[in-house]
């Protein structure tokens, strides 16, 4: 079974990045990889996600054109660089993994076509 664990999250103020990473486990070669956060109050929202080639990526609207999300088979890792953040990023960020295939761009939005979640990391933006 499959394992998660993010790290770098942390406190910065509006403008400035970070790099979120999650470090599975088991192989994470061919599976398909985001990450999803959620607000205190809020929806979970998708942020991000990559195909197992890495070659194709998918973003949130808010996170477009600041967000981008890398993967590294060989060291079962998974990246999130974060640029610009903004106050309304503010979220506790998820990695997640999908031990099955995805056979439709729309699999990649949805959050319970993940069945592997990890524990979580929180960002805070200020102002």
């Known amino acids: 079974q499959v394992q998660l664990v993010e790290s770098g999250g942390g406190l910065v103020l509006a403008g400035e990045s970070l790099r979120l990473s999650c470090a599975a486990s088991?192989?994470?070669?061919?599976?398909?990889m985001g990450w999803f956060r959620q607000a205190p109050g809020e929806e979970r929202e998708f942020v991000a996600a990559?195909?197992?080639?890495?070659?194709?990526?998918y973003y949130g609207d808010s996170v477009k054109g600041r967000f981008t999300i890398s993967r590294d088979n060989f060291k079962n890792t998974v990246y999130l660089q974060m640029n610009s953040l903004k106050p309304e990023d503010t979220a506790v960020y998820y990695c997640?993994?999908?031990?099955?295939?995805?056979?439709?761009?729309?699999?990649?939005?949805?959050?319970?076509?993940?069945?592997?979640w990890g524990q979580g990391t929180q960002v805070t933006v200020s102002s």
């Open positions: 997640v993994l999908s031990t099955g295939p995805f056979y439709s761009s729309s699999d990649y939005y949805t959050p319970h076509k993940y069945d592997t």
């Open positions: 088991g192989r994470t070669f061919s599976k398909p």
């Open positions: 990559i195909a197992w080639s890495a070659g194709t990526t």
